[in-house]
């Protein structure tokens, strides 16, 4: 089993940064994807990227591509997701969820499908 924490939501004003985290504990030891999703109130579940605690190989998403950035610390077996420019509709509950197995997919980048674990999410808000 792995759990996953999300962290350092908040709220933020528009153009603003913010950097949020996902702690993993219980089976760290095996590899996983880990990626990051959203959904804001009325919308679906959106991908953010992805991460691979193997070999640090980055899957983006083209819809977020240039202001977020996903990252990695092993030894802190946490991931992170480094928000810039962040606009209104940024505004949603970031999760974070974690796939088992050797071969990513598509469908988990961009939606979660296939997630094996999940985080309880963390409310990021942006507003003046």
């Known amino acids: 089993q792995l759990q996953l924490v999300e962290s350092g939501g908040g709220l933020v004003q528009p153009g603003g940064s913010l950097r949020i985290s996902c702690v993993a504990s219980?089976?760290?030891?095996?590899?996983?994807?880990i990626g990051w999703f959203r959904q804001g109130p009325g919308k679906e579940r959106e991908g953010l990227g992805c991460i691979s605690t193997r070999d640090g190989s980055i899957y983006p998403v083209d819809s977020v591509k240039g202001r977020f950035t996903i990252s990695r610390d092993n030894a802190k077996n946490t991931v992170y997701l480094q928000m810039n420019s962040l606009q209104r509709e940024d505004t949603a509950v970031y999760y974070c969820?974690?796939?088992?197995?050797?071969?990513?997919?598509?469908?988990?980048?961009?939606?979660?499908?296939?997630?094996?674990?999940w985080g309880q999410g963390t409310q990021v808000t942006v507003s003046s």
């Open positions: 219980g089976a760290t030891s095996n590899y996983y994807f």
């Open positions: 969820a974690a796939k088992a197995g050797d071969f990513n997919s598509w469908a988990f980048i961009t939606s979660g499908i296939g997630a094996n674990y």
